[in-house]
């Protein structure tokens, strides 16, 4: 287990064994382990960039949330997923419950979050390696892990380093739009603790663009990060929560969404600045 305060690590046994429990959980259970439940706390988790969502930043994404049919990739134990879903139900009170699906590599949090959101479908699988019998959907959403992060395979037309953009390209092939929170410096913008929109240069953000026809852009409204940077564990983030759909990409041709097996060539990486990969107690601006 990472080094966790007194407090913190009474409290992350507390929601495990709330996870334990033979029966459904009451709904101040839930949100006791969507609180406590520590992400440091397995031995892979800082190795796997896993920073959980703050749930006031996962209550401003699920309002760019749209649709009956939902995927989570790389879902930890289901923060976003549990905003998105709240959210609908204050809005569509009498319409009948979204279709979700959570997918999560690590065990341990597909078992804390089929106790948090027993109503979703979670998959404990790479979000890499997923079947096509999934289907379609009409919004994928995550918050995929931090910084350069070991991978099983390249996604479709994509092979650079940045894990954020391996996510977003096997998204595009599940859903014609998605919102994601990703790296600062992995985003075409800065909007973060700025006064106004600026775009920015990146040739690692222009590369993918280019091999997968996937134009980012800024949620509406835009959501500036700068207000949950002190919600994180372990680490101080201002990420970027970005946006694709139709409006804003270009049309992936049928042979890309055929090649989800085959490795694309290889894309020259550009390298990351040094703090974009910091260690769980860096800063990642």
């Not at 007194?6 to 929601?15: S, V």
């Not at 852009?217 to 759909?245: K, L």
Request: aromatic share 8%; hydrophobic share 40%.
């Amino acid at each position: 287990m990472a080094r966790l305060s007194k407090d913190d690590a009474r409290n992350h046994r507390k929601a495990c064994d709330l996870v334990d429990l033979d029966r459904p959980l009451k709904l101040s259970e839930k949100e006791f382990v969507l609180e406590h439940f520590q992400e440091s706390a397995t031995v892979t988790a800082p190795l796997a960039g896993a920073f959980f969502t703050p749930l006031e930043l996962a209550r401003d994404v699920s309002l760019g949330v749209h649709g009956d049919r939902i995927i989570d990739l790389c879902a930890g134990i289901g923060h976003l997923m549990w905003e998105c879903t709240a959210h609908w139900k204050r809005r569509w009170e009498n319409r009948p419950p979204r279709e979700l699906v959570c997918v999560e590599k690590n065990p341990e949090y597909v078992r804390a979050g089929r106790k948090v959101l027993p109503e979703a479908t979670w998959i404990c699988a790479d979000v890499l390696d997923l079947p096509a019998s999934l289907g379609t959907f009409d919004r994928a959403i995550g918050n995929p892990p931090f910084g350069s992060v070991e991978r099983s395979r390249n996604a479709p037309n994509y092979a650079g380093a940045r894990f954020e953009y391996h996510v977003i390209a096997v998204a595009a092939q599940l859903a014609p739009a998605g919102v994601f929170i990703i790296p600062a410096n992995s985003a075409p913008f800065r909007l973060s603790g700025r006064v106004q929109h600026t775009p920015q240069h990146n040739p690692a953000y222009e590369q993918f663009e280019k091999s997968t026809g996937i134009r980012l852009a800024p949620t509406w409204p835009d959501i500036d990060t700068s207000a949950f940077v002190g919600q994180w564990r372990n680490v101080r983030a201002m990420p970027e929560v970005v946006r694709f759909d139709p409006e804003t990409c270009e049309e992936v041709s049928p042979p890309a969404r055929a090649s989800r097996t085959a490795p694309p060539a290889p894309v020259p990486e550009t390298p990351r600045e040094p703090h974009e990969d910091a260690a769980p107690s860096g800063v990642l601006f």
